[in-house]
């Protein structure tokens, strides 16, 4: 069974920086595209950023040149460096394993505050 673990949420004030992390087990983690959604309060969940097996990254537009996507193959875990940090960014962030064409894995969410 696959889970999902992430880790690295906290309180920062704007303009700082955070990393997330999520460990996937209990799967192939290198067979998945991995992404980071996020959703705020009285809003829907909407995607951050995904990261393919061979590296090729999608990113919001909200968040383009401020975060950075990456993964670990070796240690199955995707990570999301977050830079220059807006209040608006303020959410609960969800780690996912999705696998073509519609299997779908997500974390637990980690929250993020960004106070200004």
């Known amino acids: 069974q696959v889970q999902l673990v992430e880790s690295g949420g906290g309180l920062v004030q704007a303009g700082g920086s955070l990393r997330l992390s999520c460990v996937l087990s209990g799967g192939t983690f290198s067979r998945y595209v991995m992404g980071w959604y996020r959703q705020a309060p009285g809003k829907q969940r909407e995607l951050v950023a995904t990261?393919?097996?061979?590296?090729?990254?999608n990113y919001a537009d909200s968040v383009k040149g401020r975060f950075t996507i990456s993964r670990d193959n070796a240690k199955n875990t995707a990570s999301l460096q977050m830079n220059s940090l807006r209040p608006e960014d303020t959410a609960v962030y969800y780690c996912n394993a999705h696998l073509w064409p519609r299997l779908d894995h997500w974390g637990q969410g980690t929250q993020v505050t960004v106070s200004s």
């Open positions: 990261i393919t097996s061979g590296d090729r990254t």
